[in-house]
Structure formats: structure tokens, C-alpha cells
């Protein structure tokens, strides 16, 4: 009986521990989009002081989450990883309680960008935590003794995620969950099959801190932003579907440029934080863009000491495009080919042979060794944990 009883208890133990790593594992991913979510709760509970450590909060916390995962599912040091993990349910369900009850418009953010819940979804996957956890850790004792070389594979476990949160997050994350992820065709892309050769669509457009958006009448923004007038953009057979993303930017004159975006091969050098980007590179980058026959965007935010010839665009829609300030975002008539961060932008002669390539060949070549990468370390973590 007291045998049936632990194995029950190191199988809650192992569940909670799965939950945890992947939430861990899919914020460090992308670890740019984790300090958006921080910096989001951050708003929520008024804490706005430590905005700017946002990112490093979310990268602290994504190692804590896979690395507590790692402890569960490996079984090392049972009695102190059953303390930390029963505080961090706590603390975790008090947070989701409070968000299910002010039902705020913001996403729990529990597994990054990748999965989506509402507050009433998070709060009762936290609940399920809590059941789990009673049966997993009471009473706090008697947790058994794991083998020795479960020790050895933690620490491995924890150094590769802290290699992969290292690597993320110099280099674009390895899996895009944006919007704007490879294969995704922008609002004003191109449509062969629509037979209208031009459309004009009524735009409204918004302002919130001193920043103008532009929003069609079925994605129109919350009430932070304040109305300023209505506009018509024209697109060419645009598509319909309002779910796809819309990448709205305007000229120094404050006139919207669009179509700009979904005419040929083009790529979109995006710096949502014009402060922190080295201009020099990425006008050199911009000319080789040029040169390789593809039409080069220098998108930003409205800033002071901004370089003249660039686009004005919206902080959120910049950073979701592209995750690494100054990053690259390569587009063939609308729909995103494929990204780079500004250290991994490729050479001249590079980038005209990937041009020069059919798209979707360029797109798999992105997607597919990428993909490939995460699924194998997610592999490679896992038979770490439970087979050695």
C-alpha cells in the first residue's frame, strides 16, 4: 500500500513537473516576448517602477519555472523543490484569482506566446496544480531518495537551459509564435483569387502617449488609445480576412505607406527602440538590401535624433514583427519569407542568392532546422530527466 501510495505521489510530482518545464521552457524561447508579458502584470498591479527590468524578471523567471520542472520530473532534492514548487502554485493561483476577478484585457502569458488561456482557463489550471500538489508533497515527508545519478542529469538539464535562454536570446527565438510568424500573409497582401482591382477601406486613427496607429473598423484598439480622426487607406485586391496582421506605417509627413510593404520582395528593417540600435549597420544592411533588388524599410518609433528616409510605426506591432532590435523581416508580396536578428543578417552575396530563390524554399530553410532545433532539445531534455 505505502509503495502504491509513493508512486502516486512521484506521479503528481512528474505531472506538475511536465507543466512547469514547459511553461519554462516556452518563455525562454523567446525571451523578449516573456518580458512583454511581464511588463504587462507589471502595468496591471501598478508597478510600473520596475518596467524597466521587465525583460530580465521574465528571463529569471523562465529559468526558475524549468529549472523547479527539471527538479520534479528528475526527482533531486525532493523535500526543498516540494516547498519551492507548493510556493510558487500558491503565489501563481493568488495572481490568477485576482486577474480571473478584474478580468483584465491582457493574456495570462503561462506558456509564452505558444498557448493561449483566459483568466477562467488559467485559474483552473492552477487549481489542477493545487490538487496535484496536495497529493504529490502531503504530508512534507517521506519522499523517497532519488539515484545519484539523477543529480548529474539536473544539472545538465538546468546548464542546457540556460545555454538555450543564452541563445535565444541573442538570436531569434527558435520557434515564432507571433503574428507575424514565417508563411503569414499580411491584411494588404495581394489576392489573386479577388477580382476588385481597388478597394478603399476606411481606416480610424487613433493616439496614446504622443504615438498615432492607424486601425480598420474590426480591430479597433482599447480604450487607452484616443480617437483622432478617420482616414481611407486604398489597397490594391487586398484580402478581406481581418485576422491577418496588419503592418501599418507612415512617411515623415505623417501619410500612411502601407502598400509599401506587399509590393515585390521586400524587407523591413524594424528598431523599437531607436536608442539601443547601431544606425550605421543598419544602413549598411539597408543598402545591401537595395543592391540585392529587393526594397529596403527602415521602420521606428516617433523618437528624437532618428535618422531622416525612415517609417514611423507603433512600438507592439515592431517588436511582434521582429523580436531583435534593428532585425530584419524579409516579405514576398505580403507574406513573411523569413527573419534575421542584425547579427545574423546575411552577407551581400548571401542575401542575392536567397532572393534570388524561390520563396517557399527560402521560408523552409528558415522554419523547418529551427523547428528541428527545439523539438530536439526538448527531446534531449526530457530523456536527460527521465531516462539517466
Not at 524597466?52 to 529559468?63: E, F, N, Q, T, Y
Not at 479597433?220 to 478617420?230: E, G, K, M, R
Not at 484580402?239 to 496588419?246: I, R
Request: hydrophobic share 50%; with cysteine.
Amino acid at each position: 500500500m505505502k509503495k502504491a501510495h509513493h508512486r502516486l505521489r512521484r506521479f503528481c510530482a512528474i505531472l506538475i513537473g511536465l507543466v512547469f518545464l514547459a511553461s519554462g521552457l516556452l518563455k525562454l524561447l523567446d525571451p523578449v516576448g516573456t518580458g512583454l508579458i511581464v511588463s504587462e502584470y507589471l502595468k496591471f498591479f501598478h508597478m510600473n517602477f520596475l518596467q524597466g527590468a521587465a525583460k530580465g524578471i521574465g528571463m529569471v523567471l523562465s529559468i526558475v519555472e524549468a529549472s523547479t520542472g527539471a527538479a520534479l520530473v528528475s526527482g533531486v532534492f525532493r523535500k526543498t523543490t516540494a516547498i519551492v514548487t507548493s510556493a510558487l502554485i500558491l503565489f501563481f493561483t493568488i495572481i490568477t484569482l485576482i486577474l480571473w476577478i478584474a478580468n483584465p484585457v491582457m493574456d495570462c502569458g503561462c506558456f509564452g506566446e505558444a498557448i493561449h488561456l483566459t483568466h477562467g482557463e488559467t485559474l483552473l489550471k492552477n487549481l489542477v496544480l493545487v490538487a496535484l500538489a496536495l497529493i504529490a508533497f502531503i504530508p512534507f515527508q517521506n519522499f523517497g531518495v532519488p539515484r545519484k545519478g539523477k543529480y548529474a542529469a539536473f544539472a545538465l538539464a538546468v546548464l542546457s537551459l540556460i545555454y538555450a535562454l543564452w541563445y535565444n536570446a541573442r538570436h531569434l527565438p527558435m520557434i515564432d509564435f507571433t503574428e507575424f510568424s514565417p508563411g503569414t500573409e499580411l491584411f494588404a497582401s495581394l489576392d489573386n483569387d479577388y477580382q476588385a482591382l481597388d478597394d478603399k477601406v476606411p481606416t480610424f486613427i487613433y493616439e496614446r502617449n504622443g504615438q498615432r496607429g492607424s486601425f480598420t473598423l474590426d480591430a479597433l484598439p482599447d480604450s487607452t488609445w484616443t480617437f483622432v480622426a478617420v482616414d481611407t487607406l486604398t489597397r490594391s485586391g487586398m484580402y478581406k480576412n481581418a485576422s491577418k496582421p496588419v503592418l501599418s506605417f507612415r512617411d515623415e509627413a505623417g501619410t500612411y505607406q502601407d502598400e509599401l510593404a506587399v509590393l515585390g520582395k521586400v524587407i523591413v528593417f524594424s528598431v523599437y527602440d531607436p536608442a539601443k540600435v547601431d544606425w550605421t549597420l543598419l544602413r549598411a544592411q539597408a543598402a545591401d538590401a537595395q543592391d540585392a533588388g529587393a526594397t529596403a524599410l527602415i521602420l521606428t518609433v516617433p523618437a528624437e535624433n532618428v535618422p531622416q528616409g525612415v517609417y514611423y510605426a507603433d512600438f507592439k506591432p515592431l517588436i511582434t514583427l521582429n523580436r531583435a532590435n534593428g532585425g530584419a523581416t524579409y516579405f514576398e508580396e505580403g507574406e513573411v519569407i523569413s527573419k534575421w536578428s542584425p547579427r545574423d543578417y546575411p552577407e551581400k552575396e548571401r542575401l542575392q542568392d536567397l532572393l534570388d530563390r524561390e520563396p517557399v524554399s527560402v521560408s523552409t530553410d528558415f522554419i523547418v532546422p529551427r523547428r528541428i532545433k527545439a523539438q530536439g532539445f526538448t527531446v534531449y531534455l526530457l530523456a536527460l530527466l527521465l531516462l539517466l
